[in-house]
């Protein structure tokens, strides 16, 4: 690509001129005029493809001069006014920026005019079907790797890559480059560059990446001896490990390579207990610390391993889960099964931790939703309980709490706090009330009637029925006896 800049300010045009020649660092001409004198001799010698003037510069010998060799033309104004905006659009200008200018846009200006910016590259059919058959049949000629550099690229989402190398052919990054897609990822190989430049190139090629598609990638290139193209990529590839471990935006050198450590797939009986304990105490601090070692520094286990061992761990969410019937839920049950496959086939293992600690969040917030929703039905089913076997003297907080399932303690507060009364009150009054009926009904004697009504002791019997009525069973009994004879009358 061949630059004309036309702009009165030296210094602003130095800075533009840097910046275009570091995003295309090997094939972009700049030059620059400042005096309009030297114009038609720089156009005539450069021919340029693209002119950026400063439109208070034009004047109509300019302006035959751009139509006689019509190239594409970006506009520069320090004035924003209507007159330099038509003049702009008289032009046809494919942009025009008012000082000082965003160099971003200015970038992507450049980007969009889809000019030929270097030689043809070396991707025709041949030497394509020749990188295939150096790596797929192995072919032991060696590469020198002074002349020529290999290097895959690995984007954040398999299924852009086709878009990917499409995108990355049209960019023209390097003069001679032969490259090759995968299913996953693209191979390849350029020549004559230097390592230092290839790298800058590379960085620039991850960021510009993210911009055009919102996506990440990472590089793997080859920095070890001569090889073979299959030599070269099976080296690459392993570093590319990695991104499971260190996410993506990375360029990964075949020579940075690292130890795994092998991890026991499966949880141990204490580590079952710590989730157990931990899900039931919605301890978070415990989860978390035994989730995120596994993402510790300078520690990298092999990743099959730390796979299966969270599947290991959705195990016991799992039985959490159909503790409290939370498979029921169908949100629950669809993140769920979500979580297992991410965990099966997610690139990233942060991630992976993350979304896992999320879940058991939401497990242990529904776990304690339901416990709320379920205050109103432990209390009746104790109201239940006694109504049903009040009679049964070794019924008791203990005796029902443990036909529910839940503590004492637990269910006292809880009978307390719905029922407005104690527990051992409640049964009292259920008691007494039975045994006034049965004091009516029948001539039975006070410690039968004791006995019926869940007293083994006709003492406390009749202690527990004065609190309660102010009078003995047997006074209570001829009280309304006699109320009842003297209605007949």
């Keep these: 690509m061949r630059?004309?800049?036309?702009?009165?300010?030296?210094?602003?045009?130095?800075?533009?001129?840097?910046?275009?020649?570091?995003?295309?660092?090997?094939?972009?001409e700049v030059e620059h005029v400042q005096d309009t004198a030297q114009l038609q001799n720089s156009i005539e010698r450069l021919q340029p493809n693209v002119v950026v003037i400063e439109i208070e510069m034009l004047t109509p010998s300019i302006e035959k001069l751009l139509l006689r060799y019509q190239p594409h033309i970006i506009a520069l104004t320090a004035q924003p006014i209507f007159q330099h905006a038509a003049k702009a659009i008289q032009l046809q200008a494919a942009q025009l920026f008012v000082k000082p200018i965003p160099l971003e846009q200015l970038k992507s200006t450049l980007l969009a005019l889809n000019i030929d910016r270097a030689a043809p590259l070396a991707t025709t059919q041949t030497s394509d079907v020749q990188l295939y058959v150096d790596l797929y049949l192995k072919k032991p000629t060696l590469v020198d790797v002074s002349q020529k550099q290999f290097f895959i690229i690995e984007p954040s989402h398999f299924e852009s890559n086709l878009r990917l190398y499409e995108w990355f052919i049209e960019l023209h990054l390097f003069q001679e480059m032969t490259a090759l897609p995968l299913q996953n990822r693209i191979i390849c190989v350029v020549e004559n560059t230097l390592r230092t430049e290839l790298l800058k190139q590379l960085r620039l090629l991850i960021q510009e990446w993210h911009v055009v598609s919102g996506e990440y990638m990472n590089i793997a290139l080859y920095d070890g001896e001569n090889a073979t193209i299959r030599e070269m990529y099976d080296e690459v590839k392993k570093v590319l490990i990695q991104r499971f471990y260190?996410?993506?935006?990375?360029?990964?050198?075949?020579?940075?390579?690292?130890?795994i450590v092998r991890l026991d797939p499966l949880l141990t009986p204490e580590e079952q207990q710590l989730w157990i304990h931990s899900l039931e105490e919605k301890n978070t601090t415990a989860i978390k610390a035994f989730l995120y070692q596994l993402a510790k520094a300078n520690t990298f286990y092999h990743h099959d391993d730390v796979r299966i061992h969270l599947t290991s761990v959705l195990a016991q969410l799992r039985r959490y889960m159909m503790k409290y019937h939370l498979q029921q839920q169908a949100s629950i049950e669809a993140d769920y099964r979500q979580l297992f496959h991410l965990i099966l086939e997610g690139p990233i293992l942060y991630s992976i931790l993350q979304e896992m600690m999320l879940f058991t969040q939401t497990l242990m917030d529904a776990v304690e939703k339901s416990r709320e929703q379920l205050k109103v039905d432990y209390s009746e089913l104790a109201v239940e309980l006694i109504q049903r076997e009040f009679s049964d003297s070794t019924l008791n907080l203990h005796s029902v709490a443990s036909k529910l399932g839940i503590s004492a303690n637990y269910l006292s507060t809880l009978f307390s706090k719905k029922q407005g009364i104690p527990f051992k009150r409640y049964v009292q009054n259920v008691r007494i009330q039975a045994a006034c009926n049965t004091l009516l009904e029948t001539d039975l004697a006070i410690t039968e009637i004791a006995n019926l009504n869940g007293f083994e002791d006709v003492n406390y019997f009749i202690k527990v029925f004065k609190q309660h009525q102010n009078t003995t069973p047997y006074r209570y009994r001829a009280n309304i006896k006699e109320l009842m004879e003297n209605e007949r009358k």
């Design 3 to 28: 630059i004309l800049l036309i702009d009165r300010d030296i210094e602003e045009a130095r800075g533009i001129s840097w910046y275009i020649k570091n995003y295309f660092p090997s094939h972009v």
């Design 246 to 259: 260190k996410g993506y935006e990375h360029i990964f050198l075949s020579s940075e390579q690292f130890s």
